[in-house]
């Protein structure tokens, strides 16, 4: 009985997959080991252990928690952890939460989402991207990470995410370069000016989050020609930092996360644009990493 996880600093995503194939999901705060300790994970560990149980005791007889005891493998994939330091934080946790478990792997987020995405029949190398919130990229082998994109984080870098989407968005709705329709619609919808604007992006926390929760208004609007413009010059951006360290393009490219599933196919254009070929997105990876 595997367990997976995908974790970021706000979120995991838990799932367990038993060996009659059932798909048990649940989710918890982030284990991001730059934030938290062993201890604090272990904490939060039993919390949430014991409010499974409690939750499923209401729904059925089929207790998430009698099945913990039965896991005999964890994959976890995690921010932060793309260090052995810290990726014994993590393991120090999870092995004290499972201490019968004699297989843990504690990995890299880009390694679960690559793992979760790649189409091991290709065998070949590809490009793995992943677009949500953040952004992120690397060259995989069906194995191993290859090569990793330099990430300067939400406000140096974060090419073609949703937080850099939506950034641009109110950008260009404060220096009025939408269409008027456009500009005047997203304005009945948000209500935002130049003083709530500059105070969620300066003085609150997660200014990331803000700005990518426009990304559905863009969905919605994605073939008016100003907005369309600016999704094409968003991806066109990313493409254009990976091209600079990984320069051949001329490859498959898979790629993960929420951004990438909602504009599939101006992402597809813009990647065929450079001779590339998308092959395959997932929305989370935790749905792939469970299916693979």
Not at 12 to 31: I, M
Not at 67 to 93: H, L, M, P, W
Not at 106 to 134: C, F, Q
Request: glycine share 8%; with cysteine.
């Amino acid at each position: 009985m595997i367990l997976y996880a995908d974790s970021g600093s706000t979120k995991t995503d838990w799932c367990l997959k038993t060996k009659e194939g059932k798909v048990l999901n649940w989710k918890s705060g982030g284990w991001n080991p730059y934030f938290l300790t062993s201890e604090q994970m272990i904490k939060e560990g039993k919390e949430f252990i014991n409010k499974s149980y409690l939750e499923n005791q209401e729904k059925s007889t089929d207790y998430l928690e009698d099945y913990f005891y039965k896991i005999d493998e964890i994959q976890f994939y995690g921010a932060g952890c793309s260090t052995e330091e810290n990726r014994k934080i993590v393991y120090s946790a999870l092995k004290t939460l499972f201490p019968q478990v004699k297989k843990i792997e504690v990995a890299h987020d880009l390694l679960g989402a690559a793992r979760s995405v790649y189409d091991n029949t290709k065998d070949e190398m590809g490009i793995i991207l992943i677009l949500g919130t953040g952004s992120n990229a690397c060259l995989y082998d069906g194995n191993d990470i290859l090569q990793e994109l330099t990430n300067l984080g939400f406000w140096l870098g974060d090419e073609g995410s949703g937080g850099f989407l939506g950034k641009k968005l109110v950008t260009d709705f404060l220096y009025n370069r939408l269409s008027d329709e456009i500009h005047n619609l997203f304005y009945q919808n948000y209500k935002l000016d130049r003083e709530i604007v500059l105070k969620k992006a300066y003085q609150e926390t997660k200014p990331n989050e803000f700005f990518a929760s426009f990304v559905p208004f863009l969905h919605k609007y994605k073939d008016e020609k100003s907005i369309r413009k600016l999704i094409e010059t968003t991806f066109d951006g990313f493409l254009d930092r990976i091209e600079e360290e990984f320069e051949n393009l001329n490859i498959n490219f898979y790629a993960v996360g929420s951004v990438a599933y909602f504009f599939e196919d101006i992402l597809k254009e813009r990647i065929n644009k450079r001779k590339g070929n998308l092959v395959r997105i997932v929305k989370s990876p935790i749905e792939g990493l469970v299916g693979s």
